[in-house]
């Protein structure tokens, strides 16, 4: 079977899990002040380090979570909380993750007012509407640095310079991007092991220094008083071996990513491109092509793991947040397909998986 969800999911890489089977023999609590305990720290501080030189950050802190899902939970509400009485509004975008838009919406029964912005037809929000959303009445903008359905990349350094002269903290979601593009100036960050061939249930926040948020979970003081409960030093230590093979695979990830995107493109003649051409990852690849049942295809070619969108949200039924966001009408966006690939994508799989796609898309249109 080729495996093309790369934005569910990456494979674990073969260091990664050599490494976390070492870990198991080292089981004590990183809390504990016994030798095992202490061991179990040592090993949990070193990924800390491992994790923040792949950030490429020198200072601020990180601050481990069950995932990007749960990081950016703490962000939000953490910030919002935290933010003087004046500051009521959260500005976001429409193509948001759910784990964003869903927490900040959550955040209005606390008196907090949601603004969420428009996308153009590319996927990119438009300057200008987000200057003059963002004031002083905003206590945080929360942007996603690479987009998980549709791959585009927002405008991250001018939004950035827009909330700084506001006085408005700016959080990333970079699930998509961390280990893979420069990251983007911004007062926290939020990280996944499992986007870069790393376990899953793990991840962690990037906090500037300086930059003080209120804790959401409360019961210990683990995690710098931020995230109370035992960490697991086995997804720690797998997290820790994935950032580290990132930053070192990082370059020729990159070129191979590209080399897999420039096949792609020629191998879907006559589909459509979701989202900007050019800023954008190029591991991320969301076409459609009209009358084309996405579900019923994805269940025809068995062999081939892709999707219709986020996996999040697979099995609700119903059309795409982001792709109606960028204009698509239902009927569009369940003509859509993502196909995601990166390091361990052969061409060889590409063209063969794209060969079935294409067959039984034919397929679906003599039947029709």
């Known amino acids: ?21 070492d870990a198991m023999d080292r089981f004590g609590n990183p809390n504990s002040a016994h030798r095992y305990g202490r061991q179990a720290a040592s090993d949990v501080e070193l990924v800390r380090e491992r994790v923040h030189g792949t950030l ?3 200072s601020g802190r990180i601050v481990f979570t069950s995932g990007a899902t749960e990081a950016l939970n703490l962000a939000i509400v953490g910030a919002a909380r935290a933010a003087p009485p004046s500051r009521r509004r959260i500005v976001t975008i429409a ?4 784990a964003v838009l869903d927490t900040v919406l959550s955040l209005r029964h606390e008196g907090f007012e949601p603004v969420v912005l428009p996308v153009d037809a590319n996927g990119l929000v438009d300057l200008d509407i987000a200057s003059a959303a963002i004031d002083a009445r905003v206590a945080l903008l929360v942007v996603m640095h690479v987009n998980n359905e549709i791959g585009v990349i927002q405008p991250f350094a001018a939004l950035s310079e827009i909330a700084l002269d506001a006085g408005v903290p700016v959080l990333c979601d970079a699930a998509q991007s961390f280990g893979r593009l420069m990251l983007p100036p911004a007062d926290m960050v939020a990280l996944s092991a ?27 003081g683990q995690e710098q008083g931020l995230r109370p409960g035992t960490l697991s030093p086995m997804l ?12 070192g695979r990082g370059d020729a990830d990159l070129i191979h990513v590209r080399a897999l995107w420039e096949r792609a493109l020629a191998l879907f003649p006559g589909w459509t491109l979701n989202g900007a051409s050019d800023h954008r990852y190029h591991g991320n690849l969301s076409i459609r092509r009209d009358g084309l049942d996405a579900a019923r295809l994805i269940s025809d070619v068995r062999d081939v793991a892709i999707s219709v969108g986020s996996a999040c949200a697979s099995g609700s039924g119903r059309p795409s947040h982001v792709l109606r966001a960028i204009g698509l009408t239902d009927a569009e966006a369940k003509s859509t397909l993502r196909i995601g690939f990166g390091r361990y994508t052969t061409i060889e799989e590409l063209e063969q998986a794209a060969r079935a796609i294409v067959a039984a898309a034919e397929g679906q249109r003599i039947v029709a």
């Open 236 to 247: 720690c230590a797998g997290f820790g071996v994935a950032a580290e093979l990132a930053k």
């Open 56 to 58: 490429g950050i020198q």
């Open 95 to 98: 193509t948001e993750h759910a």
């Open 1 to 21: 079977m080729t495996y093309l969800d790369y934005q569910a999911t990456t494979p674990l890489a073969p260091e990664v899990a050599a490494a976390m089977v």
């Open 194 to 220: 499992h986007k870069i061939h790393g376990p899953k249930g793990v991840g962690a926040l990037w906090l500037r220094d300086g930059f003080e948020i209120a804790p959401v979970l409360h019961g210990g």
